[in-house]
Each structure stands twice: as structure tokens, then as C-alpha cells.
């Protein structure tokens, strides 16, 4: 059993599904973090200079 999970685990198909999945993830949480505006809808950095 314990040799079966490890080789699930070493599987590149795996890997690649599990980095992807965590990219994904962190792109999506700063998406709804930052929001979908583009620059001249919310306040913008460079607005004083």
C-alpha cells in the first residue's frame, strides 16, 4: 500500500497536475484579492506624480 501512494506520488503527470494546481490557485487568490479592474478604474499609483 505504502509503496503503491509513494509511486502515485513520484509520477510526473502528478507533479506537473500538482504544480499547476498551486499556481493556479495563488493566481486565482490574487485575481479576487487585487480584483479585475484595469488601471484607470481604481486608484492608481502614479495618479500624484
Same mark, same amino acid.
Given at each position: 500500500? !505504502?509503496?503503491? *501512494?509513494?509511486? $502515485?506520488y513520484?509520477?510526473?503527470?502528478?507533479?506537473?497536475?500538482?504544480?499547476?494546481?498551486? +499556481?493556479? !490557485?495563488?493566481? *486565482?487568490?490574487? $485575481?479576487?484579492?487585487?480584483?479585475?479592474?484595469?488601471a484607470?478604474?481604481?486608484?492608481?499609483? +502614479?495618479?500624484?506624480?
Amino acid at each position: 500500500m !505504502l509503496t503503491k *501512494l509513494k509511486s $502515485f506520488y513520484e509520477d510526473n503527470k502528478i507533479k506537473w497536475f500538482g504544480r499547476f494546481l498551486y +499556481y493556479f !490557485l495563488i493566481l *486565482l487568490l490574487l $485575481f479576487f484579492m487585487y480584483g479585475f479592474n484595469d488601471a484607470s478604474a481604481g486608484t492608481y499609483i +502614479y495618479n500624484d506624480f
